[in-house]
Nanobody, 123 residues
Framework: QEQLDESGGGLVQTGGSLRLSCAAS????????MGWFRQAPGKEREFVAA????????YYADSVKGRFTISRDNAKNTLYLQMNSLKPEDTAVYYC????????????????WGQGTQVTVSS
């Protein structure tokens, strides 16, 4: 069964760092573009970052550009999100995604979702 499993969330102070990981259950995902989305309490789910199948192209939301880095290791079937200089407004549940086609930033175009991992940034 194809599934995505996030880990690495937690509680961190403002200015701190976290590294999220997303383990894919099969090598099917190595052929898909992948990404990260997040959802804060009371807000809609939003795009954070995306990466092409081979990792040669990356995309970021303006709110995280310069602070977050997305990467993937296809040999390990794993996606990463390195988050630096964290702010309280980064507090959210972070979701790993994969898609067969469509836009990297549209929620509706993502075909697979993980269960999410909570990131809390204290001020």
């Amino acid at each position: 069964q194809e599934q995505l499993d996030e880990s690495g969330g937690g509680l961190v102070q403002t200015g701190g760092s976290l590294r999220l990981s997303c383990a894919a259950s099969t090598r099917t995902f190595t052929s898909y573009p992948m990404g990260w989305f997040r959802q804060a309490p009371g807000k809609e789910r939003e795009f954070v970052a995306a990466i092409s199948q081979h990792g040669d192209s990356t995309y970021y939301a303006d709110s995280v550009k310069g602070r977050f880095t997305i990467s993937r290791d296809n040999a390990k079937n794993t996606l990463y999100l390195q988050m630096n200089s964290l702010k309280p407004e980064d507090t959210a549940v972070y979701y790993c995604t994969a898609r067969r086609s469509g836009s990297h930033y549209l929620v509706g175009d993502q075909d697979y979702w993980g269960q999410g991992t909570q990131v809390t940034v204290s001020s």
